[in-house]
């Protein structure tokens, strides 16, 4: 199974940027999707970006704008860029593989990442 490496989180200021990586074990060209996940403490785990192996892209309304989801299949890695960070993305993000309904809906499967933790200040 391809396992999944969450990287690149840490402390930055409101208005900040971040650059998370999902370093994945073996190629992920097979994948139907991926997708970043984040985790506040006392909250439920809820999904921030998704992207489709042919590229398209869902996000919520909170991160529309904000948040870009890529993918690297030649690297095994998918990438989440955030800008103009505020304190209500603070938590542990994680990577999945799953798929990505014509809807846009994402479903989720068993297999997560560790997470990386990010944390916004005021």
């Known amino acids: 199974q391809v396992q999944l490496v969450e990287s690149g989180g840490g402390l930055v200021q409101t208005g900040g940027s971040l650059t998370l990586s999902c370093a994945a074990s073996?190629?992920?060209?097979?994948?139907?999707?991926m997708a970043w996940y984040r985790q506040a403490p006392g909250k439920q785990r809820e999904l921030v970006a998704g992207?489709?192996?042919?590229?398209?892209?869902v996000y919520p309304t909170s991160v529309a704008g904000r948040f870009t989801i890529s993918r690297d299949n030649a690297k095994n890695t998918v990438y989440l860029q955030m800008i103009s960070l505020k304190p209500e993305d603070t938590g542990v993000y994680y990577c999945?593989?799953?798929?990505?309904?014509?809807?846009?809906?994402?479903?989720?499967?068993?297999?997560w990442g560790q997470g990386t933790q990010v944390t916004v200040s005021f």
């Open positions: 992207i489709s192996k042919s590229g398209r892209t």
């Open positions: 999945n593989r799953g798929s990505l309904g014509p809807s846009g809906r994402y479903y989720p499967s068993a297999y």
């Open positions: 073996g190629s992920i060209l097979a994948i139907p999707a």
